[in-house]
């Protein structure tokens, strides 16, 4: 018994260690063929699912990934929502502002551009928009901006129905340049026409829990395992899933580290 104890003790430090631990930095180049020739290529940041809470994502630990972020030298970072978390097994939860607050350490060249989770929403939404905008990031509810030779679009949460795919495939109709679309949740790739080449998203935490053989416990999305994580591809489009930064009901990661992912979009 006292050897179980002791397993069960190792392997709960472990995975609360996992979950702790600076995020890995995976990074995919991308050669866009319409991309102008005369732009540069462009180097855009992914983070997703803050979720700051305590014990394990207290405001000190987004602060430190912050610092990672800004030594990658970003055009763009884009945050793909869940900046706070209503989790009941956190030791200590934060409101809006001060979760969101490390973020306006973000030095990115071009701007920091967000939308928003499920857990945004449920908690406090205008909160959550009224933090953002204090530390300059732009939220795109269902909308596109342009930057340089790309068209960010951003789609609102879609698992608390706020998600409209075709009024941002319209606005980048309307903006031109080449489209980036930025979501929350996966789940709404295959609604997004081909003529939208990279869709970003966070939500599935990459199963957070990935036992061996068995694989994810869960994926929080309605298409289990196949756009649960990683790099999609699927009709002529790319989907890149992160597993954020926090943790959701549990504060444990185990074979799902956190990440960020660094996206550089070139020409031929």
């Known amino acids: 018994m006292a050897w179980l104890l ?8 472990f995975i609360y260690w996992q979950a702790t631990t600076d995020p890995v930095v995976r990074r995919l ?3 866009v063929p ?9 180097r855009l940041v992914l983070m997703s699912d803050l979720h700051v809470a305590g014990p394990e994502t207290p405001p000190s630990r987004l602060a430190r990934v912050v610092g990672q972020v800004n030594a990658l ?6 945050i793909a929502g869940d900046f706070v978390t209503e989790k009941r097994t956190a030791t200590r939860l ?3 502002d001060a979760a969101i607050a490390p973020l306006a350490a973000l030095r990115p060249r071009l701007g920091t551009l967000a939308v928003m989770g499920n857990h945004d929403h449920w908690l406090d939404g205008r909160a959550v928009h009224a ?8 939220v795109l509810d269902n909308r596109a901006v342009r930057v340089g030779p790309l068209a960010i679009g951003g789609v609102d949460d879609d698992s608390t129905h706020h998600a409209d795919v075709a009024g941002v495939v319209a606005a980048f109709a309307r903006i031109g340049g080449v489209p980036v679309l930025l979501s929350h949740s996966p789940d709404i790739f295959p609604a997004v026409p081909a003529i939208v080449p990279l869709v970003l998203a966070g939500h599935t935490h990459c199963g957070q829990i990935v036992l061996p053989i068995w694989g994810p416990i869960a994926t929080a999305s309605r298409y289990g395992t196949r756009y649960f994580c990683g790099v999609v591809e699927e009709g002529g489009k790319r989907l890149i899933v992160t597993a954020g930064i926090g943790t959701s009901i549990l504060p444990f990661r185990l074979g799902a580290p956190a990440d960020v992912w660094v996206i550089e979009l070139r020409g031929r």
Do not use: S
């Open 6 to 13: 002791l397993a069960v003790g190792l392997l709960t430090a």
């Open 29 to 31: 180049t991308i050669t």
């Open 34 to 42: 319409d991309w102008p020739a005369t732009a540069p290529p462009m």
């Open 73 to 78: 030298r970003p055009d763009l970072v884009l």
């Open 94 to 96: 934060y409101g809006a």
């Open 131 to 138: 933090a953002l905008a204090k530390a300059r990031i732009t």
